[in-house]
């Protein structure tokens, strides 16, 4: 080997934390920018104190909005930007990174805004998308109950119509936002008698402040810690039916629409926090001794670490074309359940081959590997389970 080949080994253009995205212009990368030095200024000091807290401030989500940060892609005429999908998924990339308290952004921005901007009326519109996109009102949808949850048309809480109204009776839980939410998107069986039964599910929304409406346990969960989830009781709450979403008996369809945006950004956090995980790590080997050298030496380390390189760069190149095809409009479907299930999997993986790369450190809480190896274990469970993506994929497949 040549000596100008051996001094250039191990050296390459390739940046595996900064690898050129055609996804994003030169707008988007200042939307992140922007959202960095927020984070940096409102955030990164106070984390800590709010997993320990289990809650993440209200007020968080007002500055947020104040700043432009809450539904990039609202439409001027309510008060938004009017932006791409693009720098949802940036909000998403970003809010990850730090940890799982700021889903609640993407949450309302990504997820839940949208089936008011796609199914709601006008006069609904008008009412609270300034409110969503100001941050003054944050939303949650409740689909999950204590005896169901992926499947959806087993639901048991009811909305009754009485007169100009809808009477609400059920229970939810796993609500992620549930405390902070000021107004919920509740999926109900208006119709309880009509086969299948998916086709009897409406949503309609609910304000936090409505008799008979209750936010129940801030539940302890085993990750998350600083994004609330919560339990909700409705009790005889009577609703406007003015705040019925779309249509009745639509509620199915409607969730099933915009399912293929969420597991986008469900899979977009999972590999940011894969590639912090796998950042720390870096970091940690290289710096860490053992037998008189750092641990970055050893080839099992050496391995394990480019594996994980490798994972994480399929991934990126797999979500960010995925991304670019759903702003085109496209039906990714199928693609998207293979980016959700693989991607999150990947994810929990790496979280163990990071930790035992930090040793006995890595079991201390001191190091952020700890955290994120609890909060990166919801991620094949929420969104769908991975086991769900799989049933979609064979079907779709024509299996």
């Given at each position: 080997m040549s000596t100008k080949t051996s001094e250039n080994q191990g050296k390459s253009s390739f940046n595996l934390f900064k690898q050129n995205r055609e996804i994003y212009n030169e707008d988007h990368e200042m939307f992140r920018s922007s959202l960095r030095k927020f984070i940096e200024k409102e955030v990164t000091p106070y984390f800590d104190q709010w997993e320990e807290d289990h809650y993440t401030p209200r007020e968080l989500f007002h500055k947020m909005g104040e700043q432009g940060f809450l539904s990039p892609q609202v439409d001027p005429a309510y008060g938004g930007l009017g932006l791409d999908f693009g720098f949802n998924m940036i909000l998403a990339e970003e809010t990850a990174r730090v940890g799982s308290?700021?889903?609640?952004?993407?949450l309302h921005s990504t997820v839940v805004v949208p089936y008011l901007e796609i199914f709601g009326s006008e006069e609904q519109?008008?009412?609270?998308l300034p409110k969503f996109v100001s941050g003054e009102m944050l939303t949650a949808v409740a689909m999950t109950e204590p005896g169901t949850g992926s499947d959806l048309s087993g639901m048991s809480t009811t909305a009754v119509k009485d007169g100009d109204h809808y009477v609400i009776n059920g229970q939810k839980t796993f609500i992620t936002n549930g405390i902070n939410a000021e107004?919920?998107?509740v999926a109900v069986k208006t119709d309880t008698k009509v086969r299948p039964a998916h086709r009897g599910i409406s949503i309609i929304m609910v304000e936090a402040d409505t008799p008979g409406f209750t936010k129940g346990r801030k539940l302890k969960k085993l990750g998350g810690h600083s994004q609330d989830t919560a339990e909700l009781i409705f009790e005889d709450v009577r609703v406007p039916a003015v705040n019925l979403l779309g249509e009745e008996g639509k509620g199915f369809y409607y969730?099933?629409?915009k399912l293929q945006q969420e597991r986008l950004i469900c899979a977009e956090g999972a590999l940011a926090l894969a590639q912090e995980m796998l950042r720390s790590t870096i970091d940690y080997v290289k710096d860490r001794t053992a037998f008189g050298q750092p641990i970055s030496s050893f080839q099992n380390t050496q391995f394990e670490?480019?594996?994980?390189?490798?994972e994480v760069t399929i991934g990126r190149t797999f979500l960010d074309s995925l991304a670019t095809r759903h702003m085109k409009g496209e039906d990714i479907a199928t693609e998207v359940s293979m980016a959700k299930w693989w991607i999150t999997d990947m994810a929990r993986r790496m979280s163990s081959r990071c930790l035992q790369l930090h040793g006995g450190y890595g079991f201390m809480e001191e190091y952020d590997i700890a955290r994120r190896y609890r909060d990166v274990a919801v991620m094949p469970i929420y969104a769908g389970s991975n086991e769900i993506m799989k049933n979609i994929i064979a079907k779709n497949i024509g299996l």
């Amino acid at each position: 080997m040549s000596t100008k080949t051996s001094e250039n080994q191990g050296k390459s253009s390739f940046n595996l934390f900064k690898q050129n995205r055609e996804i994003y212009n030169e707008d988007h990368e200042m939307f992140r920018s922007s959202l960095r030095k927020f984070i940096e200024k409102e955030v990164t000091p106070y984390f800590d104190q709010w997993e320990e807290d289990h809650y993440t401030p209200r007020e968080l989500f007002h500055k947020m909005g104040e700043q432009g940060f809450l539904s990039p892609q609202v439409d001027p005429a309510y008060g938004g930007l009017g932006l791409d999908f693009g720098f949802n998924m940036i909000l998403a990339e970003e809010t990850a990174r730090v940890g799982s308290g700021l889903g609640t952004a993407s949450l309302h921005s990504t997820v839940v805004v949208p089936y008011l901007e796609i199914f709601g009326s006008e006069e609904q519109k008008k009412k609270y998308l300034p409110k969503f996109v100001s941050g003054e009102m944050l939303t949650a949808v409740a689909m999950t109950e204590p005896g169901t949850g992926s499947d959806l048309s087993g639901m048991s809480t009811t909305a009754v119509k009485d007169g100009d109204h809808y009477v609400i009776n059920g229970q939810k839980t796993f609500i992620t936002n549930g405390i902070n939410a000021e107004l919920v998107f509740v999926a109900v069986k208006t119709d309880t008698k009509v086969r299948p039964a998916h086709r009897g599910i409406s949503i309609i929304m609910v304000e936090a402040d409505t008799p008979g409406f209750t936010k129940g346990r801030k539940l302890k969960k085993l990750g998350g810690h600083s994004q609330d989830t919560a339990e909700l009781i409705f009790e005889d709450v009577r609703v406007p039916a003015v705040n019925l979403l779309g249509e009745e008996g639509k509620g199915f369809y409607y969730l099933m629409e915009k399912l293929q945006q969420e597991r986008l950004i469900c899979a977009e956090g999972a590999l940011a926090l894969a590639q912090e995980m796998l950042r720390s790590t870096i970091d940690y080997v290289k710096d860490r001794t053992a037998f008189g050298q750092p641990i970055s030496s050893f080839q099992n380390t050496q391995f394990e670490i480019s594996e994980m390189a490798t994972e994480v760069t399929i991934g990126r190149t797999f979500l960010d074309s995925l991304a670019t095809r759903h702003m085109k409009g496209e039906d990714i479907a199928t693609e998207v359940s293979m980016a959700k299930w693989w991607i999150t999997d990947m994810a929990r993986r790496m979280s163990s081959r990071c930790l035992q790369l930090h040793g006995g450190y890595g079991f201390m809480e001191e190091y952020d590997i700890a955290r994120r190896y609890r909060d990166v274990a919801v991620m094949p469970i929420y969104a769908g389970s991975n086991e769900i993506m799989k049933n979609i994929i064979a079907k779709n497949i024509g299996l």
